[in-house]
Structure formats: structure tokens, C-alpha cells
């Protein structure tokens, strides 16, 4: 006689607490009828699912259930001491001259942000007004993109509060980059931000977001962003990852990628935790040409995951992604990056090639680059390398009357400047390179410090 015995999932902490936040807030939440609906659905995926884990192979080396003991608090709205601190936020990029949307706490708020005389072609609210209104925009792209069986992205739609909503209209011209500045405040909170951005056929922009918050504050962040790029269309996005030193951050961008249009991609990571990065990009038209790329900064016992899948749908497209990540100390490096070829999508060019410099015997770096191919007119190719600073070129540096510090800081940047020297906006580009000298140079001084002790 076959006995069935009823199997319980056990819920771990953070997913029973996730479980009541959305019990209280749901009736809160903006948004109704198929909003409401969606948000269900997403949230049911989770009761099932539970958090990701290892055995789940997209998740094998970012075990959320291990790394998320408990799930903070649903952030509420910024008071005005956090938005006077806001003020400073989005520094990493120096001088240069962007139109500012600022979220404090997941929270839009208005009186940070450059809404005046915007551009010809360009329409932009908060997400949260946007359901609010039940803005059209909304039923034909929100969740079209960001949704699946991922259960990150899940969690989001079930309780996303507030983001950007950004049209860029057909054949317009955004001279000054949009960007997105999402703020933590001192508290540990949790926030759950969803932005949509619509760049109609022939339109040009450049995106960024930042994302930071204070250091030795345990806050959580789960971010992400749907991107509809129509034919012919220009876009540039940039995400800076430059949370406090305690922060969980986990970030989805999803992006669509019409016909004949251009697309640059770049992620540069050196601040959080955890950070989990995911990349879902498709190429919907033909004779689309993208480069995504990324670089990470870890030190300490940092943790960084980037996660990325190119879709290759139509003919004729090319894409690059080329992954650089400096790791020192005991910090975890890892990059999963696949690309698919689908049936039809015939003279595809793709290549992927990631890269790992480990500045420490403890530091780890998994790198693992796929291909999945069903069309046999393609040009594809994968690479991934780990290892230490080549020795004889520190040495070439050294002999040449250049100290031991200041040889391994070149090396170290010139390795970054690959994948950096891809951003096409000059100021962007040079800003984050002072990041990289400012890295490189508190790492310096920290050894200097021990040498000394």
C-alpha cells in the first residue's frame, strides 16, 4: 500500500515577513483592477516559490534564503531631515549636467527634482502618480517586460510603491541625460522601486541611475526598471550601484530593443553587501547593434552578482558584453552571462567575454559565460578569465622609476578602462574613472596603514 504524506514547505523568516508586509499594505498600494490583479499574481509566485536559493540554478551562488536572514520593514514616506540629506546625493558624477529625479526611500519627491521646462518629446511622472491616474501608458508596458518566473522581480511588481515613468516621444532629442537618483535614508527599511521608460522610434536619450545610501545602515532595496527602445531609436543607460556598506540590493533591468536601434549598457557596482544585478535584454527588430557592459569594485566580504541574458530574437543583430570586476580581501565576484540565439535569428554576431583580477589569495571569482544557439548562420563566441596582476608588467612599471602602489593602480585601471572607455557620454565616462582612483587610492592608504602598524 503506497502511503502519500503531505509535504510543508518550511518559510523562512524573511519570507513570512515579506508574506505580512504585503497582507497590510496591499490595500494601500496604488493601483486597481488589472494593477491589483497583476500585483496578485506576482505575489502568489512568491508564496509558491519562496525565496530563491542555490539549488535553483540561476541562483546557485547568490543564495538569497542564506543571505536575506530577514526582510526589513516597508519603507514609508522620507521626512524632511532625509530629504535635506537627499540633497547631496548623485555626487559620484561630478560636474556633470543632468535633469534630476530623485526618490528618497523608494519615495519620488518633487521639490529634489528638475521637472522644469523639460524638453520637446519628453513626458515624466512618479510611477506612483501614474497608477493613481491610470495613466495609459501603463496597460500596453508595465509588467510586459519584468515578469516571468523570476521571483525578485516578482516580489517587486507584488509591492512596488513608487518610480519614474519617462516617454521620450518619436524622433526627439534628449540633449541632457535623465537620472534617477534613488537615496536611502538612515533607517532599515525595505523599498521595492519600479521605473518604466518609453523611447518611441528614432528618439535619443541617455539614462542613469544611481542608487546609494549611508554606510553600516542594514537597509534592503529591491529595484527595477522596464525598457521599451523603439526602432531606430538611441539609448544609453548607465546604473551606478554605490549602496552603504551593510545594504541588500537586488536590481532588474528589462529591456525591449526594436529594429535598426542602438543600445549601450553599462553597470558599474562598488558599493552594498549583496548585491544581486540582473540583466534581461531581447532583441525584438532587425539589424539591432548593442554593447553591454559592466565593472565591479569589491573589497571587504562584498558580494556581487551579475546575471545577465541577451535574447537574440531577429536577424542580423550584433551584440558585446564585455565584464570586468576587481576583487580584493575575502570579496565574491560573479557574473552568469548567456546568450540565446533563437530560431530564425540568422546572421547573429555575438560574443561575450568576462573577466575577473583577484587582488587577494582570499577573493573569489565564479564566471560562467553560456551559449545557447538554434540558428546555424551566426558568428558567436564566449571567454572568461581570473587571475592576479601580471607580475612581469608591475615590474616593467617599478623599473621604470614608478612605485609599487602607484604601478599596481595603473595596471588595475587600465584593466577597468576597457569596459569603461564604452560609455560614449566623455563626462560620464571620466567621472567614474575618478571613482576607480578613489578606490584604488583608500585602498592604498588602508595598505599603507597596515604596513605600518
Known amino acids: ?83 535635506a540629506r ?30 522644469t521646462a523639460l524638453e520637446r518629446g519628453l513626458a515624466v511622472t512618479s510611477l506612483a502618480a501614474a497608477l493613481a491616474d491610470n495613466d495609459p501608458a501603463l496597460a500596453g508596458h508595465l509588467g510586459k517586460l519584468a515578469s516571468g518566473s523570476d521571483v525578485a522581480v516578482a516580489l517587486n511588481t507584488a509591492l512596488m510603491g513608487d518610480g519614474a515613468v519617462i516617454r521620450v516621444g518619436a524622433g526627439s532629442t534628449i540633449e541632457r541625460p535623465l537620472h534617477l537618483v534613488f537615496v536611502a535614508a538612515e533607517k532599515p527599511v525595505a523599498t521595492f522601486v519600479r521605473s518604466l521608460v518609453i523611447v518611441e522610434q528614432g528618439a535619443r536619450a541617455m539614462l542613469i541611475e544611481s542608487h546609494e545610501g549611508p554606510a553600516g545602515v542594514d537597509y534592503q532595496v529591491n529595484a527595477a526598471l522596464e525598457l521599451f527602445v523603439g526602432d531606430e531609436a538611441h539609448v544609453d543607460h548607465v546604473k551606478i550601484i554605490s549602496e552603504g556598506s551593510e545594504a541588500l540590493h537586488v536590481s532588474t533591468l528589462a529591456a525591449a530593443i526594436g529594429g535598426g536601434a ?34 565591479t569594485l569589491l573589497k571587504g566580504k562584498q558580494h556581487a552578482d551579475t546575471t545577465l541574458v541577451v535574447n537574440h530574437i531577429a536577424r542580423g543583430c550584433q551584440s558585446r558584453e564585455v565584464f570586468k570586476a576587481v576583487l580584493d580581501d575575502e570579496a565574491h565576484g560573479v557574473f552568469q552571462g548567456r546568450i540565446i ?49 601580471d607580475r612581469e608588467l608591475k615590474f616593467y612599471l617599478m623599473a621604470r622609476g614608478i612605485p609599487p602602489a602607484e604601478a599596481e593602480a595603473l595596471l588595475i585601471q587600465a584593466f577597468l578602462g576597457e569596459a569603461v572607455e564604452g560609455i560614449e557620454h566623455a563626462g560620464v565616462r571620466e567621472a567614474l574613472m575618478e571613482v576607480v582612483a578613489d578606490w584604488l587610492e583608500t585602498r592604498s592608504r588602508a595598505g599603507a596603514e597596515v604596513e605600518h602598524a
Open 1 to 83: 500500500m503506497n502511503v502519500m504524506a503531505d509535504v510543508t514547505v518550511m518559510k523562512t523568516a524573511a519570507e513570512t515577513a515579506l508574506a505580512r508586509a504585503y497582507a497590510q499594505a496591499r490595500s494601500g498600494l496604488p493601483g486597481d483592477g488589472a494593477i491589483a490583479a497583476q500585483r496578485q499574481a506576482a505575489f502568489d509566485l512568491f508564496a509558491r516559490e519562496g525565496l530563491p536559493h542555490r539549488r535553483i540554478e540561476e541562483w546557485k551562488y547568490t543564495d538569497l534564503r542564506v543571505l536575506m536572514r530577514e526582510a526589513k520593514p516597508l519603507a514609508t514616506p522620507p521626512d524632511a531631515a532625509a530629504k
Open 262 to 295: 542602438r543600445f549601450n549598457g553599462f553597470t558599474f557596482t562598488t558599493g552594498g553587501a549583496v548585491i544581486r544585478n540582473q540583466l534581461f535584454v531581447k532583441f525584438d527588430g532587425e539589424d539591432t547593434v548593442a554593447a553591454i557592459r559592466g565593472a
Open 341 to 389: 540565439v533563437r530560431p530564425g535569428a540568422q546572421r547573429t554576431d555575438a560574443k561575450m567575454m568576462t573577466r575577473a583580477l583577484l587582488l587577494s589569495e582570499r577573493a573569489e571569482a565564479d564566471n560562467k559565460p553560456e551559449l545557447e544557439i538554434f540558428a546555424d548562420d551566426v558568428q558567436c563566441g564566449h571567454g572568461a578569465t581570473a587571475g592576479a596582476l
Open 86 to 115: 537627499a540633497k547631496a546625493a548623485g555626487k559620484l558624477l561630478g560636474d556633470v549636467e543632468c535633469r534630476r529625479l530623485v526618490f528618497v526611500d523608494g519615495a519620488f519627491v518633487p521639490d529634489l527634482s528638475d521637472l
